[in-house]
């Protein structure tokens, strides 16, 4: 079924809602799904609301729907987005040699469950060539030599150029294990999301389930999170958690960690492909 | 902050969510907190909403808000309900001999989780009424003899007769063990609350742990649901699991699922005073 | 590192680890892991122990082990099965068309994840063959054809000429959707796996999601369980659940469903592959 | 049933299980329970056994078991305890202003869930002292005025007198809120358990929940933990975590986390109190 979308963030006060979804009624618009939040340490209000494409005037599609809403938005002091689902959102993974979360997400793509369209699958390896172009989508290698600071940002150039041209709705860093360069992540804020292997922040940085073995703590975690210029400081989509014990070695932390990371950046990532994660200085609000 | 809490269900129809929060945008109300659920399957509309009381004029209060909404709710066919945080809910706890359940919700009543009065707790044995009295609460003993069917529906008589002079919000059978008269099920729809020492429907009737034991599950769980006729199959308010091994007896089993049962219990009842859920036929629509 | 798996199952009484571990001991193997079991109810002893291959004499084998420990095994009436690490276990997958399980058991097979060999996955359809080839796996496809009872039992004929001859230590229905004669099942006990796609004993049989749904429950799950005669009734040797809510529809159970799956269906399944799961008549001890 | 159980620690080395079970069935002694756990970083062995008293020789009690052990133990250079479970356990509170690990602990030791003596209570608050008495445990008042280290240091000598005296197996820290002087955590390694309101190591020293919401996490914990003389950075026992979203304050994160806090801090003083916890450096090794 045919949707509009529409997210919106602004400064709380009386009479949003009514105005929103009076304004959706008054064009017979009905509404499939709708959440709200309003923050009282910020004083912000976060909405989101499906509209059924369907069940407006026929010729009256997103371009007519964002024309009647702007004057609402600017009443409002509004940041706004309005997607259709007829559109698909576009993802560029960024990928190195590990490939559960690169598998875990082509996969979901391939049944249908992440409704996208993946232009590309980017690393700095080989490695994982023949998984992505079996699944149809291509892959596009671009080393970034360590220890060679003029050569890596050749790369990242490289890269750079290729999302301008893609203009990609989401990047995902699929356990890329590079840092991004500061400009880059600036380019596309709220657009980069990563799956860091660690119930963040505990154990930010470099690895995480060394960490968790040294400490001894008792369950480990991945965290699904906006890019940010720091490293590992961005704002939270999800986290979770699963039960290890002292009998566990690095390795095993590893196997067991691999499930909880795909689990939860696929969770994030889907939320994110539908419009359920809004940003709130560096905290999200997330309607599942 | 004193709140007015709306709920509302009706048949699903454009223009609902912006003629209720029109009706409180033109009172000046702020509304603090808002849910909704559109079933597609039976075609009904469940709606929560928080209104600030203060937000609203200098004597317009819970009965001009109902005055002010009945136009409304006629119109869209509403079914609908204001409470007032102001007004306390009315609990009755009903026990038997486990005091676990029993024991902490009063705890959670003392400690000021759960926003309600315990006018009285009605047991069939004297073993909990030194945990009850301590916490300042009424306790009476009211026996139902097995075997004795007679004096079992005199009790019930009883019961009902203490129930009507105290007109409780919610009844809660806190590990009560003996299964309710049909009429008085039917006199309290969706105003009570039992906790099943399962994962219902697995496991329904007696000795749930002895079954789980049996059957060699490997998480045990408890429900809390509303009690109807139908032993065991009411809508569902609340459940959860627990892990076990091949190690645990039943009565490690009794160890774990008192635990989970508390807790399950705990959520269900605070949704259920917070107004947080609406019944959807035998199934349940929960905004917690 | 080589280990050899000893597992033994014998009526309890005094002094069998004391034997055991004395034997091993005395010829100098070291233990890397042990686990044992003591069922109070049925009176009998479950153990199993990892004994490092180098850790015994140079020429001292699997089948020297086996016949030092013979005697020891008789003494205490044990039933009891050595396995050597450097023998990959042998599995057979019989699938459908629904390919998240077999998607990623191939994946954990080809990432290292599950030691074994998978000399063939049958399916009564073509949908999967690209899948499983790719990753060099042979594919056969047998068809049912539902309503021909002389089709179907002749196929069930050719899976069972195939099974004879790869002779498999596990056949993994990874959502097959088939009932298995029950013969096919008497042939090979506590080697044949299903995953059901339901926290059993609940919602046994068919569209387990949809009784769910008509129940309202709060959670779904999924059973991992060896298969015997009686349907949906073999020993479990894993479950798990996930959260669900008022909002989720048949198919988003499904969607949460697959990844409860194939989570159960992997730890279940790389345990059985290690050893670690035992029977003890319809339960299971498991020493994950 | 009045069982031995045996602790072992000790350098991994052939032979050890073989010594002890050995030694355990020569005497004709029956093992209700048995776990072990070999480090391959540190080379160490630990090891626990439950021995069934009534299965000894009349008059083999457990001074003559510790006799007949302590060659073996010489042996394997061990590090080794025995304790009697018909000699409970003896536990001390220390407690401030908030009850909620306090209520619970009565609680369940009220139940008989936690198998111990609670000689007394010590808070340096009056407001539990109602609470502590009506389960009939001692209660203490010491108080410990900040901003006055005089006062402290003699509040702390004066507890430490209290402990001295009555020689507890364990000191539990039930929200206590004070910073214990490093000479007094010296004097009882392994002896003193915290929990601490977050999951560690996230979130370690003052309001951990304010943290918590302030970075946005998606699940809250809680760590049970031994105290030594680094802040939080004790060998760890216990974790658990719950989900959260972003409607909930830190109020209502304070909430949830009192329900995690309790369980953690249950069972992590359950397994202190079994035995069952063996430290590992500054890491755990756990038997559940």
Request: charged residues 25%; hydrophobic residues 40%.
């Amino acid at each position: 079924m045919r949707r509009y979308i529409l997210t919106i963030t602004c400064p709380d006060r009386v009479g949003i809602v009514a105005a929103v979804t009076g304004l959706i009624a008054g064009h017979g618009g009905s509404v499939l799904e709708a959440a709200q939040h309003g923050d009282l340490d910020t004083g912000r209000f976060f909405l989101r609301i499906e509209v059924v494409a369907d069940s407006l005037p026929s010729g009256f599609g997103p371009d007519q729907l964002r024309a009647a809403f702007d004057p609402v938005a600017r009443e409002f002091d509004m940041a706004w987005h309005l997607s259709d689902t007829d559109v698909p959102k576009r993802l560029i993974l960024f990928a190195s040699t590990e490939d559960h979360c690169v598998a875990d997400i082509l996969y979901r793509h391939r049944s249908g469950e992440l409704d996208c369209d993946i232009p590309v699958v980017i690393s700095n390896h080989e490695d994982l060539r023949g998984l992505v172009e079996w699944h149809g989508v291509h892959f596009r290698c671009v080393p970034t030599p360590s220890g060679d600071p003029v050569a890596k940002a050749k790369a990242f150039g490289e890269m750079g150029r290729v999302v301008e041209h893609e203009r990609p709705d989401v990047i995902v860093l699929a356990r890329y294990m590079q840092i991004l360069p500061a400009d880059f992540c600036a380019s596309w804020p709220g657009r980069i999301i990563n799956i860091h292997h660690s119930f963040l922040p505990s154990f930010a940085g470099a690895r995480p389930y060394h960490q968790a073995y040294e400490r001894g703590v008792k369950l480990i975690g991945a965290t699904c999170h906006y890019v940010t210029a720091e490293l590992d400081e961005g704002p939270i989509i999800e986290q979770d958690t699963r039960r290890i014990d002292h009998g566990d070695s690095v390795d095993e932390l590893r196997r067991v960690g691999r499930d909880v990371e795909r689990t939860v950046l696929a969770r994030g990532l889907r939320w994110h492909l539908e419009d359920r994660v809004l940003l709130n200085g560096n905290r999200t609000v997330v309607f599942p």
